[in-house]
């Protein structure tokens, strides 16, 4: 039988993965991959890219760190580099600066949520909000934005919605600034490093459409809410790495199971073997997102009429802050990520 044209992980892979050989705990590099994840939707948002593009670079993001160890590669580094990669692939070109100038403000606005008083909780997460598709209402497109944040003429929304953001303040690098250079040379040479280690195979099938066609199938695609909170939920799994360990009728297959879930709609018994999965298949996918919701606090689907509780305590948002700080630090570089475990050993 002829190989799948969308390539997996092996058992092997996803049980030692090269980061858990060099000492990355299984839960911090997790985090660490939905630290990825978000950066690149929401580079992605802010540059209008479609979808198509933001999912394809997340994919090769998952893939990537099947094949190498966070220990040997940085996650910002491999982040960026893999989302210029897929707007290549995807046939849709942005200027090099832009992308480099929308991390840069990135980076900054985390910088500026790391430097807040670790007693001060933090009122919104915008690293989350673009998760499920949503924009954040930083568009930058041609850089034009970046250029209104410099002369301070406006104001973002969620400046204007959260004083968190007061102090905060973001210069768009000269045009022939060292930091451009820098991380063109990051980029160019990430960017042979997951061609080579992912053997050039750049095949992604999305499940959107295959999301769709079930649904017509089993007669749920007029059904309010039911396409589109398949469709946020496909993009939450994204933050996952189940991309690269299921295939992409089994992720459709997950997205409906969970949404007729959440809106109570009743399926036919057995409806999941007429596309070829199983039961336990989908229903370990619907597990990712679930934990992702959980961990990350991100909100559950619009539309959703089953509640379950995202938000804790004080005590637990506490928690879950600091899972934030300490995914965005050792984001930053690679550097960072050996430090980490090095003072883990000499507790």
Known sequence: MAHAPHPLATLEQIIKTPSSEDGVPTEVEADLRVAGCMLIQEAGVMLNLPQNTMATAQVIFHRFFYVSSMYSFGINDISISALFLSTKLCETPIRLRDLINTYL??????QHLLNQPSYKSF??????????????????????????????????????????????????????????????????????????????????????????????????????????????????MLLTPIYAIHPPHTLACASILLTTRLLRIPLPEDWYILFDTTYDDIWSCCGYVMHVYNDWGIEKPKGAITSFKLEGNDEEQKVKENRWRRAWVL?????????WLEERRKV
């Open 105 to 110: 403000f990135l980076f900054a606005r985390i």
């Open 331 to 339: 984001a930053q570089s690679r550097k960072a990520v050996r430090r």
């Open 123 to 236: 009122k919104v997460n915008p690293m989350l909000s673009s998760a499920s598709g949503s924009s954040t209402g930083w568009q930058l497109g041609d850089g034009q934005r970046l250029q209104q944040l410099q002369s301070q003429s406006i104001k973002g929304k969620e400046k204007q919605q959260d004083p968190i953001w007061d102090n905060f303040n973001f210069e768009v690098p000269g045009f022939h600034d060292e930091i451009f250079w820098e991380w063109k040379d990051v980029i160019t040479a990430n960017e042979m490093q997951i061609l080579k280690r992912l053997g050039f195979n750049m095949q992604v099938d999305l499940p959107y459409s295959h999301m769709i066609n079930y649904l017509k199938i089993l007669d749920l695609v007029f059904e309010d809410e039911a396409a589109q909170m398949c469709w946020s939920i496909l993009n939450d």
